[in-house]
């Protein structure tokens, strides 16, 4: 029961079978168009539950690359070398870095790692995420704790120091044990 005033008239809306059945027609048009290019739904704005959230937008973004993107930029990546006639051990190379850029903490938790893993510099960290460049910064660095083993191997050849010479007077140079006093 419709209570209208001012004139105005209660009009039911409805959509014919046929009109509703075109709107399904075409919304299964635009999941099969995405299905045959591997192109998510939540990319085109199509996905009906959603999945398209902050706590997993690292994992689609990987899973479009992966499921998507990847073939054919490695093929772009093979027809350049080929077509240009590029030398053995030179090649192009698409740099997916930013399409790949997941969430900031774990952006920063890989370039932590990196860094003190050693195989990244601090200057290569910082140009990851626009910073500027800073001094010292272009030299990989490891802890103080970490030694190749053979160097302890090394170490271990040599005879221990004995406790009076590793201690020092305040003023005196520490010895190494085999300079004479």
Request: glycine letters at 8%; one cysteine or more.
């Amino acid at each position: 029961v419709a209570v209208v005033g001012d004139g105005l008239k209660y009009a039911t809306v409805m959509m014919s079978a046929i009109d509703a059945q075109l709107i399904e027609q075409l919304k299964w048009a635009v999941e099969d168009v995405a299905r045959c290019y591997h192109v998510p739904l939540y990319k085109i704005g199509a996905d009906p539950t959603g999945s398209k959230t902050a706590a997993n937008i690292g994992a689609l973004e990987q899973s479009y690359y992966t499921d998507c993107l990847q073939a054919p930029i490695e093929e772009l990546e093979l027809c350049l070398d080929e077509g240009l006639d590029v030398p053995d051990g030179q090649g192009f190379e698409v740099d997916v870095r930013d399409l790949l850029r997941m969430d900031p903490v774990a952006r920063y938790d890989a370039h932590s790692k990196a860094v003190g893993g050693g195989w990244m510099m601090p200057n290569e960290a910082r140009a990851a995420e626009n910073l500027p460049p800073v001094a010292g910064g272009d030299t990989p660095y490891l802890q103080q704790q970490n030694f190749a083993l053979s160097a302890l191997a090394a170490r271990d050849k040599q005879p221990a120091p004995s406790s009076t010479a590793a201690r020092t007077e305040p003023n005196e140079e520490p010895t190494d044990g085999n300079e004479p006093e």
